[in-house]
């Protein structure tokens, strides 16, 4: 064989969220191929899911086509489906898609299949309260908030006007947090004048968290600010409060004076995440451990132990105890690909990865937000113009069509809920597909 | 009962597509109040599926939510349901919605329900070639479509990808056309340069219709136009061909010639109306005739035989054989209203009604369209810049806000597709949603 002709490094990556795209990303210049493995064609901005499922952005507009983000990246190519086993002494990936198997044979391998809804192991609390983990999360909520809205309209019963009315988001993280502020907007400043037998403005909107404060992670003085802002809002802040139990039509919570059980039609569970199935398989073939969340203890330099060519990334990996945000993904698969690029080139590998913490930023509702910044802490307007800022750039550099910033612009400078649309689809697949999932190996 | 007490004149209107909207609206400074119902909370501005199906507009985008439309008319309510029987004697209205079933009474009522796709008796076709008439059928479409890309890219079968590249629109009026060439762009201009393993080139896109020609109600010369331009667009059209057979895997023509089969994983079937279960029960309570479609043979005034309160619209209506389009609808709409109107101010009713036609329009791709107004015909880039107008000056009549202008201005003139994504709850829903409709009373 002539050495031009020498078969490249294969790198298979599996995951397209920020850890595994901006791995491929990493690895646009390097002399490899790259098979991005993927359960959906599209990338999905998952710190924007709660503006799809309140109506203000798309779907398309958070969930850019991988192949169209790549398009440019010549040494990379994706494949549909969904990543079942990985076999690491024969280097090979089992893959399902709509009706076709197949595998990927790889020289390296980098795990980044993110992280599914924890329900702490109440998976039964899904089908009443869904997560905000997927595009058919976010539409699914969306329908079932606008919906609580149009059925409150017709209903005569007051008791069952009340439970339409009342919207519980557990876990007040940055995303319960957003959810909470956005739904209180709706019915307090965008909904009212629209319906004659209802008053939208009489929506209870209660977020629920067993810690004591909100945004817990972002420090005391957020903390105080965010929480400040959400009364402001209108929103009920149930704090030191456990979920105990989860039905169709409400939601039983316990403190230090004992149970309690608020009636609600709309449940949001944004609290708690768990790794994959996958991170459970990989562990058992290779002996490596995982933490109480099911992710993978890697080395410092990400790798799994005992195996130098598997790198996991992102919410899979459990290092330093950081936290399951953007930035760690981003970070760890971009030293990911550095790595391989060092193997490849002769260097020395094994480096420790370093996060970079670049601040929180958590909007609670138009023009407001809370951002930290190192040492600095901004609230309200500066806190949502960094937001806007931050986001803008980061769609920059996804997609290059001007039309398609200038739409989130638009978006998120507007007043409009112009993305209100329930499909019939929705009453009748939950259940389907969960019991799909439940099947996969 | 004090006079100034007197009960308002009750008008009902079922169906918030063009016929009951614009006859909700026309009602606006009427002394009446309006019960305007509907299945969904949008309404559905049907000719524009097309672009949702194929990634160009997000749902929102065409179906703004009722209650916004009809924001500032003090005398319409919403109310979200479907409609299943009218007593014409007790002057009643039955509506089902999810978990509740009330009535709704009237003094007049305007039944604008519309029509749904006709497989002409051949119900079983519908799972494997989607219609176009609701949001649920165009999500649907756009998971089809891309997804076939994105399983041909994973397929290794040379007979399965061409099966998943080969593309059939069933019916060439405007809504085939304008599919076949939305997707032949997609195919030859859009996508390729993003798949690794195909070429999204040799796509086959094919459009089949029963009739010698295709917009065979646009007369002789666009007729030839539109067929020139689906040409340089690459679209195969095969026209005096009839549909026998649809099944998972393709489809089964006739012609002349006789019987042959086209191997297709995607199969749209744009083909026929008819009318709604409501407008049958209808007729039988009335004594009403239907047409062949099932749409009620009304009055030259639009009301329905021995019925002065009850007027039947749009696509309900059989009268002088006028199409379904929306303008018919919206002229026939606002003609009921207007009928109402004077009989409550005490002048003579029973004036015909006369449709005016505008002309007729349709695209062909982006900058190509084919457009006729009056004796004035025109194609191409004129065709389509009046088509843009139109359109979008619609979109101002229902849209008050600046920056949804914008945002549909954006996507006419984008070259983009963002709005790709499949979820997966179609995967499930459409048998489960079909058991539901047919268990409709």
Redesign the interface.
Known sequence: MDEHEQPRHRVVVIGAGFGGLFATKALKNAPVDVTLING???HLFQPLLYQVAT?IL????I???I??VL?RQKNA?????TATHIDPVAKRVDVV????A?SVEYDSLIVAAGASQSYFGKNEFAEFAPGMK???DA??LRGRI??AF??A????DPAAIDRLLTFVVVGAGPTGVEMAGQIAELAHRHLP?????IDPRQARIILVDALPTVLSTFGDHLSTEALRQLHKLGVEVELSTKVVDVDESGIEVETDNGRRRIESSTKIWAAGVAAPALSVQLAQATGAETDRAGRLKVNPDTTVPGHPEIYAVGDMMALDQLPGVAQVAIQSGRHAAGQIKKRLAGQPTGQPFKYFDKGSLATISRFSAVASVGRFHFAGLLGWLLWLVVHLLYLVGF?N?V??V??WF??F????R?????????????R??QE?QEKLP
């Not at 190519?77 to 489906?81: D, I, N, S, Y």
């Not at 004048?193 to 037998?197: K, L, R």
């Not at 400078?413 to 409009?416: E, H, M, S, T, V």
């Not at 112009?418 to 939950?430: H, K, L, N, P």
């Open positions: 959906t064609a599209y109506g798309s779907e398309g507009e969930a850019p086509p192949r169209e398009k190519k994706t494949l549909l489906g898609a709509p009706g076709v197949y997927s595009i058919d539409l699914e606008f919906g149009e059925l309209e017709i209903e005569t004048g629209q319906y004659h037998n997609k069509r039309t398609a200038l739409h638009v978006s400078i507007g007043r409009g112009s993305e209100r649309v329930a499909t019939f689809q929705q009453v009748f697949a939950r389907a597909l799909y």
